[in-house]
């Protein structure tokens, strides 16, 4: 992975952040992008330079076609091109049962999700089918095939990434490209500080390996998806959540 470009969407904490530091640290050339948390995102570039890394911070909305080329146009002036996209840009959601949600709380998370996911691929594929070479890694999530109670809207639109990925995965792979997803179970993140710590123990007690993850738990499995380690896998589906997702 030495000398390798990576783009990581919503790279400014939680398992983005992390992600971002293991690939550094590892050799790769990072661009941390975000959409809000500019400090945030300047923490995370200092923590990777101050450790002999290289990395810079370009905000972008990934959702946004006209964003996401500026940052890999400034992405290319910069590392010369781009080998690895990973699209961990996270959007928010209504919490809702069914009954309780209305068709437009509904479709917003699907929409911009694939919206992300869509824009983010379009914007780097050109570069990784000319050097016939590239990595793109999704970052989807166990609900995506396991429901749970008020998580009907995001883990529709995590299903629909997983296939929009499968079909991404058919369409590049002669040209150089693997595409894969990396799927979470519960990790303990800023998003997840709210939830009840007794429903994080009820979780912990039904995991084979008794803990909730680690963003460095995702990140690892990132990585390996990031590498040539991966290089016979494409169209694959990941989960890491300590047993909880077996297939």
Avoid: C
Wanted: charged share 20%; aromatic share 8%; net charge negative.
């Amino acid at each position: 992975m030495n000398g390798k470009v990576a783009i990581i969407t919503g790279s400014s904490r939680g398992i983005g952040a992390e992600t971002a530091k293991l690939l550094a640290q590892r050799g790769v050339k990072v661009v941390v992008n975000y959409a809000k948390s500019a400090t945030a995102a300047e923490e995370v570039v200092e923590f990777i330079q101050q450790r002999g890394g290289e990395a810079i911070a370009i905000q972008a909305d990934a959702r946004d076609m006209e964003q996401m080329r500026y940052l890999v146009e400034e992405t290319v002036k910069t590392y010369e091109t781009v080998d690895i996209l990973v699209h961990n840009a996270g959007m928010s959601f209504a919490k809702k049962t069914f009954e309780d949600m209305t068709w437009e709380e509904f479709i917003q998370k699907t929409n911009d999700e694939l919206q992300a996911a869509f824009v983010s691929t379009k914007v780097v594929l050109p570069y990784m089918k000319k050097q016939n070479y590239g990595k793109l890694v999704y970052v989807s999530s166990g609900l995506s095939n396991h429901p749970a109670p008020y998580f009907i809207a995001h883990g529709t639109s995590k299903g629909g990434l997983n296939s929009f990925v499968r079909y991404i995965a058919q369409e590049v792979g002669k040209q150089g490209v693997t595409a894969n997803v990396v799927s979470p179970g519960l990790v303990e993140t800023e998003a997840t500080a709210d939830l009840p710590k007794e429903f994080k123990q009820q979780q912990e007690a039904f995991l084979p390996l008794g803990r909730l993850g680690r963003p460095e738990d995702i990140a690892k499995a990132i990585a390996f998806y990031a590498s040539d380690d991966s290089a016979y896998l494409t169209g694959s589906y990941m989960p890491v959540s300590g047993g909880g997702e077996m297939n």
